[in-house]
Every structure is written in C-alpha cells, then in structure tokens.
C-alpha cells in the first residue's frame, strides 16, 4: 500500500511538472503563431530543435545513468551531485561550442542563426539542473521538482506573453527561455541541500569512470533525440520556416501526452529497477499496467484527431494551419504504438538491456534519416508525417522482439483490451457528434465527459463493480 501510495505521489508530481512544462509550451507555441505569425514560429521551433538535441547530448545520458546508480547505492548520492555536476559542466560548455559552430555552417538566416545561438545557452543550467533532478528521481522525492519548476513555468509564460505583445522577437523569447532555466536551477539546489549532505570535493576516478559507464546511455540518448526530430531538422534545410511552423505545430499537440506518458514512466522505473531482483512476474505486473494506463489515454486520443483535427488546429493556430491536418491525422496513428516504446524502453534499461535501447535507435536514426531525405524532400509535410510514423512502427517492432526474447512475453490481450474498448466507444461518440453538426467547443465537451464517463465505468467494473467500491469507501 505504502509503495502504491509513493508511486501515485512520484507519478502526480512528474506530471504536475510535465504537465506545467506542456501546457506553457503549448500556450506559447499557438501565442507565437497567433501573435507573430508561422514564420517566426519555424524560427522559435528550429532553435528549440538544436537546444533540445545538444542538451539532450550533453545530460540526458547522465540523468539516466545516475537514477539508476543512485537508486541502488544511495550512500554515494554526495559523489554523484559534486563530481557529477563538475562533469555535466565540462559536457554542457562542450556542447553548446558544437551548436554553435554547426548552426554557423547551415544556410540559416542571421535572425534564426541568432535565435538558435541564444537559445543554445539554455543547454547550461538545464543539464545541470538534470543532476539534481536525477537525485530526487532516485530518492522518490518528485514532488520537489514541481516545487522548483512548476511556479517558474507559469511567470516564464506570462513574461513571454507580455514580451510579444510588445513585439518584442524571437531573441527575447530564448533569452527569458536561458534566464529562467537558470532560476529553476537556483531553487534546486537550495532544496537539494536540505535533502544531501554536501561533500565539496571532486572525485577524478569517479568521472572517468562515469564517463566509461555512462557512453552507452550518452549514445542512446544522443540518437533518440536527434531521431525525434529529424523530421523538423530535414524539413529546415530542404523547406521554409514557414513549413517548420505548420509540423511543429502539428507536434505541438502530441506533447501534453509525451509529457505525461515520460512522467508516468520515470516514476515507475525506480520501482521497476527494485523488481529486477524481486522476479520477472513483478516486473510484468508493471509493465503491463504501465502500458494499458498509457494506451487508454492514447487511443481515444487518436480516433478524437481522426475526427477533429482540422477543426483542432484552425482553433487554436489560425486557419492557415489547416493545410497540415492530413499530416496531423498520419502522426495520430503513431500513438498506437508511442506507449510500447517508452515503457518497453524503461524496462530494458532497468534490465541492464540499454545496449538494445542503442541498437534501436541507431536502426531508427538511420533509417529514418534515409527515409526523411526521400519522403520530405519529395512530399514536404506529408513526407514527414509518413516518416514519423513509420519509425514509430520500427521502433514498437524492436521492443516487442526484443522484450520477448531476452525477458519476457507481453500478454497483449490483456494491455489492449480495455483501451481498445474505450476507443470504439469513443469513435461511436464522434460519428453521432459529426452527425448532429454541433459547434467545435461543444463537441470536444461532451466527447471529454463520455471519454471520463466510459474510464470511470471500466475502472468500477475492473475493480470488482459498483458494489465492491462502496464497500472499500465504507471500511475507509
């Protein structure tokens, strides 16, 4: 019960953060086409692109690395914040040096060379905040994260907001964007301290050795974000800013449930690393509720962007994004099979498998570098909603071969059944709403209620039915 409670309280608090970070973005993204137009979006999107990929590089890799570490020594957890913050300094300088120079190279215009130079210097006090919340991942102390980042999010929009309205461009936004990581990374070290006992010395062994041990992390990481947006990256150097604009806003909507998708998977993995010792059914058990929980969120999400997608993106861009709803509705498909790779991928980890996470996102990388190059420069926009789409199938096909052969099978009737249920009754719900021709707000109103409605009623009946439940809340 205890544990139940602490993954319900870590799980709550990633997504309270995630979710702030998603909606923040979200509001700024349809703000920026809304305010300064699609073109300037591309811009703000290309430079996110390149921070997002070079910090991902330089600190993603040792996140991972020291949740798990510090998971299971947590006597060392002094070590791994002060030679370990030295080091993801050393990584960060490094890091943004390589931006810089490879956004010198590329055909950008001077404004968005400008922006994405800016913007770069966000890499810094983000990856070193990541040790931080590295720490507090592996103690189970997630609500602390929140803590520091969510008030941050909030003021950091609003800023941005004002900013724009007094048309201030692109270059302002990334500097508030570097002036706030910073903030965050303040406040996370003051709560760090009450949690740590500080030991100011820098350990040379252990940095080398964390070097050594954390290069297949830093590989697997440096792939799968460069995998994640390539799409943008290739649509950049064969297509306009405008283009940029129009995919990334198409993106932009899946975030809020990558967010919470990420969040729910980072808050089960300390618990799925403790079962690798307790039995394979206990990390079964996991998984596969892990995953089910997931795809009732994403199916439905899915046949909801199959019905109203255009209608979706003229209501919260304007109606020139409108051209980009058979993209949104190709990339909507992918969501069948995003659950699968990011829970499978964790599972492999805390198994020691990593290299196969490696091997995945190299093929993927690959491939869809080989394919981007033919799909987007010959369909644009639609190419990159078929390529994105295709590597999630690549990627969804390796982690069940490989899931299944070096741990154990999924028994994918029983993930599926359940979300597959809710999505045929909410597609039934669209066709009747498209029927009766309501307006767009009312239809994804009362969509929401059913979709609640038909969770609550296969949640009761998962539970052992209404009776059972009224008796658990009585004994209470």
Known sequence: MVKNRKLISNSLSMIVNRLAQSITAFVLTASIARILGAEALGQYLLAFTYYFIFVSIASQGLKTLFTREIAREPEKTSLYLISGTWLQLIFSFFSYVVLVIIVFLLPYTSETSTACYIMGLTIIPFSLSNITEAIFQAKEKMHLIALATVPVYVIRLFIMLWAMQRNYGIDYLAAILVISESVILGIEWILITKVVKTKWQIDRDF????????????????????NARIQILILSLSGTEFIVGVYGGIIQLFQPFLIVANSICIAMFPGLTKAVNQGRENQRKIIEKCIELLLIIALPLSVGLLFIGKNLLTFIYNPSFAQGSLALSIIAVSLIFLPFNQSLSFLLVANGFEV????????????????????????????????ALLMSFIAFSQYIYFTSTL???????????????????MAAVFIVLEKINLNFLLTMAIATCCYILLVNILSIHALGGIHIVWEKIARK
Do not use: C, D
């Open 356 to 387: 196969v996470n490696l091997r995945q996102v190299a093929i993927n990388t690959i491939l869809g570098s080989l394919l981007g190059l033919i799909l987007v420069s010959k369909y644009n926009l639609l190419g990159a909603a078929i390529m």
């Open 207 to 226: 940095i080398w050795n964390t070097i050594k041990n954390a290069r297949t992390f830093f590989a697997i990481e440096g792939l799968a974000v460069v």
């Open 407 to 425: 741990i154990f099978p999924l028994n994918l009737w029983r993930i599926i059944r359940s979300p597959v249920l809710i999505s045929i009754s």
